[in-house]
């Protein structure tokens, strides 16, 4: 696929919702939800009676609360397209639900849970969590060193907590931690890893003043945590000995940036931190350690400090302070100061083109979204499982590779001794094979070690495929990714070849046989195509997620 085709199929797709426009759409939430629970809700507004709209980096969080019992949820709405999104949450929830964890705020996700311009978006609806970010919660503890110490430890048993339920965050940072009676909370779980996405790369980064400066899209393990879990640990119990750091050192951060991470020994606060104590010095140490190594060799927080208390969390008495947050929200009740005109819902009568998704008229609510209960909804595809030849040429070579020089090395006391023993004959006597054998014994051993290093590849990448299935189980009314071409067993051969384009007759866009706006419609809907000419021939124009 070429370069400057790719490009023009991007520039053809709609662009995704400014925050303006989600804005626009959460005044209506009869016409934007397709919830029923949430058609209900009223989103919180400022004094100018605009939607309360805080933003991140990679969606726009929304408040809503119900207009019986005001209970309020957040509705994260996306700022960008992420193709395994859907995927992502389904694991995550299956996980959480196995694996309850209290300390993560419970979630709903929907993939097309919002209707804005015409076309409907992903949301996640979660729980409010009413309480101060981590940082403003430190601020106002600093002259107490006690509730600062108990915080500490309170760290600790929240980190023992994700441990135990086998997953990480991936993202731990002050905005996503909140103190809520003296326990944390933690928020935006976009980053999240959890077993069943081994082998899967990172969405994102992290917050740099809390992230290994080496950490990379391939770190996504159980351990991406370690890092900045030490970071904040040490932050807390540095600051309970001396507060004074807050103020030198705190800004986007707690203490620690990632200035210090890239360059550790001219930073003052390093030097600072090993001065407080042998704890300090020993955690300050450690952290020095894990940035000369990779991200994966940072050391685990609870191999290094052990617990104060050995009672369960739900025991324990947790050190709390009141603190009043500051809020833009607007009383109940409150006349706006200036009341904005509502912007005006997208008609049904729209000059959209009878082909394009926006002209067609929205689907019906299914029976599991009318359910007034929220309940995860499930995924309309399962995402494709071809055979992947070139991961399994990349791994049979490092295998060969290494299989190559272990087998050599072997080989070195055999040749020797056959070197003696060829020795004490006279060389005219020789034969031609007699005379090569470190060129056969070469030949042979390479071609053991190609053969043995393609069936260890092979099984393994039949392996990840028998683990995706099993991780995505096949819902009931989905088409079946066999009559897409999708990890069939026809399609492990080894010439596989190009997947057939399918068309959807309803839109005109056509699409590749394993991509996942296709997945979901009806055979009797599908158009197939040997190529992308007869498609255009045909009036269809191309899908801009996959790039057909």
């Not at 790719?6 to 400014?18: G, K, L």
């Not at 933690?186 to 003043?209: C, F, K, Q, T």
């Not at 070139?390 to 090395?409: C, D, N, P, R, S």
């Not at 006279?426 to 054998?437: I, M, Q």
Request: overall charge positive; aromatic content about 10%.
């Amino acid at each position: 696929m070429s370069g400057p085709r790719i490009t023009a199929a991007r520039a053809a797709a709609p662009p995704w919702p400014s925050s303006h426009e989600f804005v626009e759409a959460i005044q209506n939430p009869q016409l934007a939800f397709t919830n029923p629970d949430l058609q209900r809700c009223q989103p919180a507004l400022d004094r100018f009676g605009i939607p309360l709209v805080a933003s991140g980096n990679f969606a726009y969080a929304f408040k809503l609360r119900e207009a019986a019992d005001q209970r309020a949820v957040a509705i994260r709405c996306f700022r960008g397209l992420i193709a395994d999104r859907d995927q992502r949450y389904e694991l995550i929830d299956r996980h959480l639900r196995a694996h309850r964890e209290p300390a993560l705020a419970s979630f709903v996700f929907d993939a097309d849970g919002i209707m804005v311009g015409g076309r409907r978006f992903p949301i996640v609806v979660m729980e409010w969590i009413e309480g101060p970010t981590l940082d403003l919660y430190l601020q106002q503890a600093l002259s107490s060193k006690t509730m600062l110490q108990a915080l500490a430890n309170q760290w600790l048993r929240t980190i023992q907590g994700l441990r135990n339920a086998q997953l990480a965050h991936g993202d731990l940072q002050h905005g996503n931690i909140i103190v809520r009676d003296g326990r944390f909370r933690l928020i935006d779980l976009d980053a999240m890893y959890v077993p069943a996405m081994h082998g899967w790369r990172s969405n994102e980064l992290g917050h740099p003043h809390f992230q290994h400066p080496r950490r990379d899209l391939n770190c996504f393990d159980a351990g991406i945590d370690r890092f900045s879990a030490l970071v904040i640990y040490l932050s807390i119990i540095a600051l309970a000995e001396a507060p004074e750091l807050w103020a030198r050192y705190h800004d986007e951060n707690l203490i620690f940036t990632r200035q210090d991470f890239a360059d550790p020994a001219a930073s003052s606060l390093f030097a600072a931190v090993r001065r407080l104590g042998d704890t300090h010095r020993l955690l300050a140490d450690a952290l020095l350690q894990a940035l000369r190594g990779r991200p994966a060799d940072t050391p685990d927080l609870l191999e290094l400090v052990a617990q104060k208390s050995s009672l369960p969390a739900w025991m324990s008495q947790p050190a709390d302070l009141h603190i009043e947050v500051k809020t833009r929200e607007a009383p109940a009740g409150s006349v706006p100061a200036a009341a904005p005109a509502v912007a005006a819902p997208v008609a049904a009568t729209t000059s959209w083109p009878s082909w394009h998704p926006a002209g067609q008229p929205p689907a019906p609510p299914s029976a599991q979204r009318a359910n007034p209960a929220w309940v995860t909804p499930f995924m309309a595809y399962r995402p494709p499982m071809h055979f992947d030849w070139q991961a399994v040429h990349t791994e049979a070579l490092a295998a060969m590779i290494a299989y190559f020089i272990t087998t050599t090395v072997l080989s070195l006391p055999l040749l020797f001794i056959y070197g003696a023993a060829t020795s004490l004959r006279d060389a005219r006597h020789y034969s031609w094979l007699e005379r090569h054998p470190l060129t056969i014994g070469c030949l042979f051993v390479m071609m053991a070690c190609a053969a043995s290093g393609y069936v260890s590849a092979i099984r393994a990448e039949y392996r990840r495929i028998q683990r995706l299935s099993a991780a995505f189980p096949l819902v009931p009314g989905t088409t079946p990714p066999q009559a897409l071409g999708a990890g069939s067993g026809k399609s492990w051969r080894l010439f596989k070849g190009r997947p057939r384009l399918v068309g959807d007759k309803l839109s005109r866009i056509y699409h590749r046989a394993d991509c996942a706006a296709i997945a979901a419609t009806a055979a009797g809907q599908r158009a197939i195509f040997v190529s992308a000419a007869v498609a255009q021939a045909r009036g269809y124009t191309p899908c801009p997620s996959c790039c057909p």
